[in-house]
Structure formats: structure tokens, C-alpha cells
């Protein structure tokens, strides 16, 4: 069976970078958009970032617009989530998930396409 596996979760400071990366086995094929969300403490998991399934089309929640920036490698069948001055509201536990396409073209920012899900990693911003 596919999953997919995040990685690079840490505790940093505010102002700093993290990357997040998702091995995306089967998912990271040209059928699937691919997106990460977000759940904050006391909060419902939000769509953050998302990339579609040409890897041509990508899309950011206001919050991270101009800070995050998303990415996809086929070869690699990865999805990596580049998070810039990072604030206290970032952290989280970050999701990857996939998004079944087809063939279609189809808006990566339709959140409740996603099937198929990663078990999460951890964004800790605090001073």
C-alpha cells in the first residue's frame, strides 16, 4: 500500500526557515495533486500550500502567501514545502496528502479531494 511519509519537522525560532519534504511513492505521479495542510493547536486542519498535478499550477492560503513557497519532483516523487520567516501561527502539525486527477486538470486548492494522507510532522515556532 502507498503513503506518504513527511519529514523535517522541527523546533525553531521565530523569523527562521524550515523545509518540509514528502515521500510520495504512487502519489507522486502526474495523477495526483498533491498539497500540505496544517492543524494548529485548537484549531480544524486548513489547507496551506498545494501544487497541481502538472506541477504548473500552485496555490497559498493568505497566511503564508510570499513566505511558502511548494514544490514537486517527479523523479523523486517527492513534495517539498519551503517555509520562510516563520511565525508562532505556523506551527502545527503539517500534513502531505494527494488528491486522485486522472488525466483531468483539476483546481489543487479543491480541499476536500484529498484522499490519501501522510501521519503528519511537527512545526514548533517559539522563541
Known amino acids: 500500500q502507498s503513503q506518504l511519509v513527511e519529514s523535517g519537522g522541527r523546533l525553531v525560532r521565530p523569523g527562521e526557515s524550515v523545509t518540509l519534504s514528502c515521500a510520495a511513492a504512487?502519489?507522486?505521479?502526474?495523477?495526483?495533486?498533491l498539497a500540505w495542510f496544517r492543524r494548529a493547536p485548537g484549531k480544524e486542519r486548513e489547507g496551506v500550500s498545494c501544487?497541481?498535478?502538472?506541477?504548473?499550477?500552485?496555490y497559498y492560503t493568505d497566511s503564508v502567501r510570499g513566505r511558502f513557497d511548494i514544490s514537486r519532483d517527479f523523479a523523486e516523487s517527492t513534495v517539498t514545502l519551503r517555509m520562510d520567516r516563520l511565525t508562532s501561527e505556523d506551527t502545527g502539525v503539517y500534513y502531505c496528502?494527494?488528491?486522485?486527477?486522472?488525466?483531468?486538470?483539476?483546481?489543487?486548492?479543491?480541499?476536500?479531494?484529498?484522499?490519501?494522507w501522510g501521519q503528519g510532522t511537527q512545526v514548533t515556532v517559539s522563541s
Open positions: 504512487e502519489y507522486g505521479s502526474n495523477y495526483y495533486n
Open positions: 496528502a494527494a488528491a486522485p486527477t486522472g488525466w483531468n486538470i483539476l483546481d489543487c486548492s479543491r480541499w476536500t479531494a484529498y484522499k490519501y
Open positions: 501544487i497541481s498535478n502538472s506541477g504548473t499550477s500552485t
